[in-house]
């Protein structure tokens, strides 16, 4: 399933969820960030836009992107009932952002990395809009180091939009790579049931059964990350700045 498709059936159950809209994620990319008045803000990839209406109450403007249809009209319905009047918004597919070179002093990509295919191309994207000495905060999942096949074939599985979520050492090369100095970043480490990591899905399905049955087959090879009735999520968000 495309990234379109799974996101479009699934517009309602991300505009609900908790660790979307809040999150402890999100309150480390504005504390690390420090918006500012005069900043110009993209953020990439915003699903419902949670990250860019907590934001645009910071910064001069906010530029709202997505590559979902369904889930740009979610944020733009979120922008008006927030009555936020600094937001406009874009359509496309990263990595091609149609907007202009060093249009931003800060962008933000919240929550989808892992759903890329090319990311050094959407990282070099990103650098590409943003001003010399601008800022790019990532929060993303993190592969645990020498697991990385057997933890992004799980979160397949879960969701075939995934495509592959990086190890820290491998998010910290890619930033470098793409023309960017990192600031800093932190690793959280989150405990969830089974069922948590696996909505929308229903553990009763042909295919949360399969998740399940991989999981506990990870579990019996010392699989890092699990843990008796569910299993544990790393996750990471990176300060880097624009040479």
Request: contains cysteine.
């Amino acid at each position: 399933m495309d990234f379109q498709k799974f996101f479009g059936q699934n517009v309602e159950h991300y505009s609900r969820s908790r660790l979307h809209s809040r999150g402890e994620d999100l309150e480390i990319m504005v504390r690390i960030v420090r918006p500012e008045g005069t900043d110009v803000l993209l953020d990439a990839a915003a699903g419902p836009g949670f990250t860019a209406l907590q934001f645009s109450e910071m910064v001069s403007s906010t530029v709202i992107h997505d590559g979902t249809p369904g889930m740009l009209r979610k944020a733009m319905e979120l922008v008006k009932e927030k009555k936020a009047r600094n937001c406009s918004f874009v359509l496309s597919t990263l990595p091609e952002l149609p907007l202009p070179d060093g249009a931003f002093t800060v962008v933000t990509c919240r929550r989808a990395l892992h759903h890329f295919h090319n990311v050094h191309e959407t990282l070099r994207e990103f650098r590409r809009v943003l001003a010399p000495g601008g800022r790019l905060c990532i929060s993303d999942m993190v592969a645990p180091a020498g697991w990385e096949e057997q933890f992004n074939r799980l979160e397949w599985m879960r969701d075939s939009s995934h495509h592959w979520a990086l190890s820290e050492e491998e998010m910290l090369m890619e930033l470098e790579e793409a023309g960017f100095r990192e600031v800093e970043h932190s690793i959280m480490v989150n405990s969830l049931d089974f069922d948590q990591w696996l909505s929308p899905l229903d553990s009763e399905s042909a295919q949360g059964m399969a998740c399940r049955a991989y999981l506990e087959k990870l579990s019996g090879e010392g699989f890092p990350l699990a843990r008796p009735g569910g299993l544990m999520k790393l996750h990471g968000v990176y300060l880097a700045v624009r040479d």
